[in-house]
């Protein structure tokens, strides 16, 4: 628990309260189970990773993936999670996803919501101090999914949180590009996946 004389553990303290993302010991291997070995296996024929040299295994990483289904998310764990770079992938999502029962579970995962209509500080500093105890942090540059084909315009909020990772001493916080790709654009019932990291990218000045 923190002391009330080391500020800046209280003050990381009362974030993470307020956000309340934690991976639940007991549920996250569960998520494993059921997404790596019964959904993504009934649902994909094949899924290929490229690329795997260029993430990083420790150190705070910033992983910036495409945006092209709902898998995504499921696939991303799977090429980045704890069984590969041992440590858990945490996604910071929309707050309309952190809502009801899904919420409930994204949360115990280790998500963590912002406002993409108003971005708050809290969320930024939370990602902030995720950063500093050496975690992966993922979020999609696109702000949104992607379907149609058309060139990645990178929202606002990627540079933004390196930028601030680095006046905040973090130094140049590595961005790892992660291509994702499926056999159609809507993804179905035995079609294939792809992902491929980068290399890495690192803030200058």
């Not at 934690?22 to 790596?36: F, G, K, Q, R, S």
């Not at 995720?130 to 992607?146: C, K, S, T, Y």
């Not at 540079?159 to 499926?182: D, E, F, N, W």
């Amino acid at each position: 628990m923190a002391s009330s004389s080391d500020p800046t553990a209280a003050s990381r303290l009362v974030r993470a309260q307020k956000i309340r993302s934690d991976v639940v010991p007991w549920l996250a291997p569960l998520a494993i189970l059921t997404t790596e070995h019964i959904a993504l296996r009934s649902f994909f024929r094949q899924i290929s990773i490229l690329g795997a040299e260029n993430l990083p295994t420790a150190g705070p990483v910033l992983l910036a993936p495409t945006h092209r289904a709902r898998w995504d998310a499921l696939l991303i764990p799977k090429a980045a999670g704890r069984r590969v770079s041992g440590r858990d992938c945490r996604f910071m999502v929309t707050t309309t996803e952190m809502s009801g029962l899904q919420g409930w579970f994204l949360r115990r995962l280790g998500c963590f919501a912002i406002d993409q209509s108003k971005p708050g500080t809290a969320s930024l500093r939370y990602a902030l101090d995720l950063l500093a105890d050496h975690q992966q942090v993922v979020l999609f540059p696109e702000g949104r999914i992607n379907r149609d084909g058309a060139p990645i315009t990178v929202a606002p909020g990627l540079p933004r949180l390196a930028s601030l990772a680095q006046t905040k001493g973090l130094g140049s916080v590595p961005v790892v590009p992660m291509g994702i790709a499926y056999s159609r654009r809507l993804p179905r019932w035995g079609d294939s996946a792809a992902l491929c990291f980068g290399p890495q990218l690192r803030l200058e000045g």
